[in-house]
């Protein structure tokens, strides 16, 4: 039986318009139902939008709406832009469809009718712009945590979800199931907060108070809280409880973000497993994306348009930025300035370049068709076949596991790695001095190799990657040969038609040219001069790095401890990894500002900062003699 795969966005509420954080799940969701389909599985990717509550009423009221009419608008929003940066998926829900509405009627009145929901009276704070009560406990100064505003004291009569009483089950479940929710940070905090009584859930608003909701079943006074209608989609979509699609994909992966956790890791096992129905397969939570370092706010202006960056950047430059700049769990930023460099760095050198330059030489060479296919490999192509099958099995390692920049790093690594093959090789001099069957082996080798990457960069960059492989002659795509059995295959295919003479696929950017020019001029009248009492409060010192490795979140830092003679081992957090291998660091004294205030580098605290010097190559560490005393002081 073939093997399925079902992954869910949030349903995204509609009270505002898409942005880079939704644009960022959504494209992660299509990434995934891609990567899982060229691993020959049957998928299904569900997205869509959340359209009752308070804060739909009140946005509707301040558009001069009423609540449909907004809903549908906003919705159709969110619809009409996954198309635009290549999202493909298999269904878009919406809480308004009469299947949901009944679906969430059904499972009320199943969990009501099994004695799990109970009326009661309530007294507590209550954020409308959270939608839900808060504890005492659970304010910061008397104060929304996420708001930052004073919550409304409400005390209503309301229906009541059970949730206690499967709180020690969900703990058991969670603990024998390391899996069941990644990554691992996210797992503690579920567990942390159920160490604490959690209560019971309400689940219901008085009509009095609000009518725009899914009604009760059992009360007609009464609509479902948002939260108990919300969740339900991941199953009404496929037709729970007897539809094909529920039976064939289900259970699913939910992809999520930070703010939404205790929902989807306490309210909804819990609510399934009080219907009797079978738990989700994995929940896989990301972090923020913040813009140049701060959070994203209506109120700071910086909230990021998708539509604007994929007009500017092109949608596959963008999909990959997101992809290859967030690593799962951890907060990303968003700049034009890294999305420009990143795009540059992977897409226009190494792997634009890469393609161009092959089809190039093989136009050159043998006007485009490669003839000779009895291959005969020497080391050195032995050695690039195995790196290129470890590169990839890391890459199909990471990608199961939802983590997408480690994956885009293993394969970036094979990229560089054929770079270096064809300096290495020479072809030009192979050509000169006429030893063409070893030519053709050389091109064929790298020729396989791209056919590889390009496959294996589908999930993220479709379009490019469709015509990487249509310009090399490749028309198994996608799906008809599973990645994983590409890995090991390094048998020529027929090219039926002569392969183009080049494909320019990632132009560069130089958006931020001009800009450049007139900060750095700037920053040179104002630097022409500087005191020399402000020159003396900087320390600085030789130190020797002891140790050195990657950052574990970030490619272009590395991290390194420095002995500067003080009795402790400073770790200093550099911005030098595309320019030294880790290794190549141990043992070097190199020139520390001593007297910076520590701070955390994404995640990693630094305690000084270690100087470089810009070259034509790149940077250089600036270096002291070997003799020089750790801790000696520059003057």
Not at 53 to 60: L, N, P, S, T
Not at 566 to 577: M, T, W, Y
Request: glycine letters at 6%; a neutral charge.
């Amino acid at each position: 039986m073939k093997k399925t795969f079902y992954v869910t966005t949030p349903i995204y509420y509609v009270n505002a318009k898409p942005h880079l954080g939704h644009a960022y799940t959504t494209v992660l969701a299509d990434t995934m139902n891609r990567f899982h389909k060229i691993l020959g599985e049957e998928t299904f990717f569900l997205t869509g939008t959340d359209e009752h509550g308070d804060k739909i009423v009140q946005a509707a009221q301040k558009a001069e709406k009423t609540p449909q009419e907004y809903v549908d608008e906003i919705s159709g929003l969110f619809k009409n832009l996954w198309p635009q940066l290549n999202i493909q998926f298999d269904k878009f829900i919406r809480t308004t469809d009469p299947d949901h509405k009944k679906c969430v009627q059904r499972i009320l009145q199943l969990v009501y009718d099994k004695g799990d929901i109970y009326f009661g009276e309530y007294g507590g704070y209550y954020c409308f712009g959270c939608e839900r009560f808060y504890t005492e406990k659970e304010l910061v100064d008397g104060l929304c945590p996420d708001h930052k505003k004073p919550p409304t004291y409400l005390h209503e009569e309301n229906y009541f979800f059970k949730m206690s009483k499967y709180q020690e089950w969900l703990i058991d479940y969670i603990k024998a199931n390391p899996d069941f929710i990644q990554p691992q940070a996210y797992r503690n905090e579920v567990l942390a907060i159920l160490k604490e009584d959690i209560g019971d859930l309400c689940i219901s608003r008085p009509k009095k108070r609000l009518k725009w909701g899914i009604e009760l079943p059992f009360d007609k006074n009464f609509v479902t809280y948002v939260w108990f209608d919300a969740l339900i989609n991941y199953i009404s979509a496929i037709g729970w409880p007897d539809g094909e699609k529920f039976k064939k994909f289900w259970p699913a992966y939910h992809i999520i973000a930070k703010d939404i956790l205790k929902p989807h890791a306490i309210f909804w096992p819990t609510m399934l497993k009080a219907a009797g129905i079978e738990l989700y397969r994995g929940l896989r939570v990301h972090g923020y994306w913040k813009v140049d370092e701060t959070k994203m706010s209506k109120s700071l202006g910086n909230v990021v348009d998708p539509l604007s960056m994929k007009d500017k950047y092109g949608v596959d430059g963008f999909r990959y930025f997101l992809m290859r700049e967030m690593h799962l769990g951890h907060d990303g930023n968003f700049s034009e300035k890294n999305l420009i460099e990143r795009f540059n760095s992977d897409l226009a050198n190494d792997i634009g370049n890469l393609f161009n330059r092959t089809l190039s030489m093989i136009s050159k060479y043998f006007g485009g068709i490669l003839e000779n296919k009895d291959l005969s490999f020497e080391p050195k192509d032995k050695d690039l076949i195995k790196l290129g099958e470890d590169s990839l099995k890391k890459y199909i390692e990471s990608f199961k596991g939802f983590k997408t920049a480690e994956g885009l790093e293993n394969l970036m690594v094979f990229v560089r790695s054929l770079n270096k093959y064809i300096d290495s090789s020479a072809p030009w001099t192979l050509y000169k001095e006429k030893k063409l069957e070893r030519l053709s082996t050389v091109l064929w080798l790298v020729l396989m190799s791209l056919k590889k990457v390009a496959y294996a960069l589908w999930p993220v960059i479709p379009e490019s990657s469709e015509k990487m492989l249509a310009s090399i002659g490749w028309e198994n795509m996608p799906n008809t040969i599973t990645l994983e059995d590409e890995i090991s295959n390094w048998t020529p295919w027929d090219i039926k038609e002569k392969l183009p003479k080049g494909l320019n696929l990632f132009p560069r950017k130089e958006v931020f040219k001009e800009q450049d020019i007139k900060e750095e001029k700037k920053g040179k009248e104002k630097q022409d001069y500087i005191d020399f009492e402000l020159f003396k409060k900087i320390d600085l010192r030789v130190g020797k790095i002891i140790e050195a490795k990657k950052h574990p979140n970030a490619d272009k830092l590395l991290c390194t401890k420095v002995d500067l003679g003080e009795g402790k081992i400073r770790s200093i957090v550099a911005g030098i990894a595309e320019y030294y291998d880790p290794t190549e660091l141990v043992g070097k004294n190199v020139v520390v500002v001593a007297n910076l205030a520590p701070r955390k580098i994404r995640g990693v605290l630094s305690e000084g900062m270690m100087l470089a010097i810009h070259t034509k190559q790149g940077l250089k560490v600036l270096t002291a003699e070997d003799d020089i005393e750790q801790g000696s002081k520059i003057s």
